[in-house]
């Protein structure tokens, strides 16, 4: 029984540092084919708790065959079972290592399972979801980092504008503006300084699922088409530029982010400060958050 609970024990380590090998690569994006460690790793872990459980099925459970009829089971069969698990306990002599490879397998392997919820988003630093690299004064420049003046933003167009000098990757970065008739503006009391010459400006990503908006609907009828909106073509969420970024249609379930915008001495636009809500998809916490810079 010596080599078999070795053997045992050796295949729930390797399980273990298998597992432990698939939360190496899950972290490391610098690996290559990761994809396929994550597999390979993965499999070997449950492969080698499989074969454990063989070994052990085989040379460390004791297998009693007996001959009896179906039917109730006769009184002493109690005993006979009681002796067969006491054999067993008897027969396993490094119980020991085998309980704590057991557990070390059982570790890493629940660790593997759980690494990939950590992608969900950050478990502890939540306020890192509502901060953005925009504040007081940063200018707004297209992609090729020019300065956007505010005679750029023409009606009936939309333009994507970035926070100069920081990363246009970010989530918090891309910005659109559109210009509306100032007359027509409804925006909340606070904000009606946001808007100089009926420029506003929202945040690029949808509340809905994260997409990218893309689409400026500007009616060419007005008596009979829709008033001016900001489009999601994923989804379809609309929002209401002269409102605030109100959600007029779609799944989305809150307004977009507003960006303050002020118009320096050069003509060229500027942030007032930061959004007004935290940028992206809604969170648990979203609507009790506020964004910082």
Known sequence: ??????????????????????????????????????????????????????????????VEDGEDEYGSPAPEAVDQVAEVVEEGAVRMRRRRLLAGAGAAAGAAIGAALLAPVVSLG???????????????GRRLVDEAGAPIPAAAVR?????????????????????ILVRL???RLRLPAARRTWAPEGIVGYSKICTHAGCAIALYRAPLFEP?????????PCHYSTFDPATGG????????????????RIDRQGNLRAGGTF??????????????????
């Not at 950050?122 to 007081?136: K, N």
């Not at 333009?159 to 918090?172: H, K």
């Not at 109100?246 to 915008?261: D, M, S, W």
Request: net charge neutral; with cysteine.
């Open 224 to 232: 009979a088409e829709q008033p001016p909106g900001l489009v999601c």
């Open 276 to 293: 007004s809500g935290p940028v992206g998809p809604s969170w648990w916490g979203v609507r009790r958050g506020r964004a910082t810079s």
């Open 246 to 261: 109100t959600v007029v249609f779609g799944p989305a379930g809150r307004a977009l982010p507003q960006l303050p915008i």
């Open 155 to 175: 009606p009936d167009e939309f333009v994507t504008a970035f926070p100069e000098g920081a990363d246009p990757e970010e989530i918090g970065s891309p910005v």
């Open 1 to 62: 029984m010596r080599r078999a609970e070795l053997t045992v024990a050796a295949l729930l380590l390797l399980a273990a540092a298998s597992a432990a090998g698939f939360v190496v690569v899950y972290a490391l994006d610098s690996i290559g084919h990761q994809t396929q460690l994550l597999g390979l790793t993965l499999g070997a872990a449950f492969a080698c708790v499989a074969a454990a459980l063989v070994v052990a099925g085989r040379h460390l459970v004791p």
């Open 181 to 183: 008739d100032p007359a």
């Open 122 to 136: 950050p478990a502890f630093d939540l306020a890192a979801l509502a901060r953005t690299p925009w504040r007081r």
